[in-house]
């Protein structure tokens, strides 16, 4: 009986350890822009605050055969928009912000329109400064414009924390 309570303790650590770089990141005022019959693309926004300094790598959704993060910035008088291959840097304590015109993640291929009031799923890549990688699952609201509210997404709602 006692081995069996320590090797209950044991995974219980081995899964606590796991997830304590899960609470490393917040996730809050997300939201995807809805899209209409035919369009193949669309974007989606959030704030990023991470405990420690980590990086975005990758984002991917069932819902679009292809997602990146991607940056808007004006090239002399030209706005151009880029996939950002490296990641997006998240230093400690900070929020990064994506938004309409600046960082965002960009869905492409969409396999069906995102409809106003629907969600649709992401996951986010983070790496921390050892090279570890994590996976963020969020529920991301659609909407036709940006939401109003800054609230914090709910567990298995869209906050998560990583």
Not at 12 to 37: D, H, K, M, Y
Not at 99 to 115: E, Q
Not at 133 to 139: G, S
């Amino acid at each position: 009986m006692k081995l069996s309570k320590h090797l209950i303790a044991a995974a219980l650590i081995t899964a606590c350890a796991g997830s304590a770089f899960a609470q490393n990141v917040t996730v809050t005022e997300a939201w995807a822009r809805a899209t209409v019959p035919g369009q193949k693309a669309t974007g989606a926004f959030m704030k990023l605050t991470a405990k420690d300094s980590v990086k975005l790598v990758g984002v991917s959704s069932p819902a679009a055969g292809v997602a990146e993060i991607h940056e808007m910035k004006m090239d002399k008088d030209v706005m151009k928009m880029a996939a950002l291959p490296q990641g997006l840097d998240l230093p400690a304590g900070k929020a990064v912000e994506l938004k309409p015109g600046s960082f965002h993640v960009m869905l492409m291929d969409l396999k069906a329109p995102l409809t106003k009031d629907s969600s649709v799923p992401l996951t986010l890549v983070f790496q921390d400064a050892k090279g570890v990688k994590t996976n963020l699952e969020v529920k991301v609201p659609v909407n036709t414009q940006m939401p109003t509210t800054g609230q914090s997404m709910g567990a298995g709602h869209g906050e998560h924390k990583h």
